[in-house]
């Protein structure tokens, strides 16, 4: 099993920025790319970002590219998610997940095995 915690959402202003960062713990983590999904009220969960296991290949869906960056320090088995000029569009619970290296699909939220279990971020104004 890996067990996956996130920390460092909460309420910001429009422009505003925040860190967001996942630890993990159970299992290898070197083995697993990582991901950012979101999921706004009354919305479809949404792939927003995530990081190869190793190189450090990132993808962002459009709606984040050049805002949002995924990093990950695996000396400290945590993924971030820095999140610039955010947005209100931005409200949404973000969860983190892990996939198997050798089973990985980037913006494919079925092909990640372990999830957390989120942490608000809402933007206003």
């Known amino acids: 099993q890996v067990q996956l915690v996130e920390s460092g959402g909460g309420l910001v202003q429009t422009g505003g920025s925040l860190r967001l960062s996942c630890a993990a713990s159970?299992?290898?983590?070197?083995?697993?790319?990582m991901a950012w999904f979101r999921q706004a009220p009354g919305k479809e969960r949404e792939f927003a970002a995530t990081?190869?296991?190793?190189?450090?290949?990132?993808y962002y869906t459009d709606s984040v590219k050049g805002r949002f960056t995924i990093s990950r320090d695996n000396a400290k088995n945590t993924v971030y998610l820095q999140m610039n000029s955010l947005k209100p569009e931005d409200t949404a619970v973000y969860v983190c997940?892990?996939?198997?290296?050798?089973?990985?699909?980037?913006?494919?939220?079925?092909?990640?095995?372990?999830w957390g279990q989120g942490t608000q971020v809402t933007v206003s104004s």
């Open positions: 997940a892990a996939a198997y290296r050798a089973a990985w699909v980037p913006t494919a939220a079925r092909s990640y095995d372990y």
């Open positions: 159970g299992r290898t983590f070197s083995d697993y790319a």
């Open positions: 990081i190869d296991w190793s190189i450090g290949t990132t």
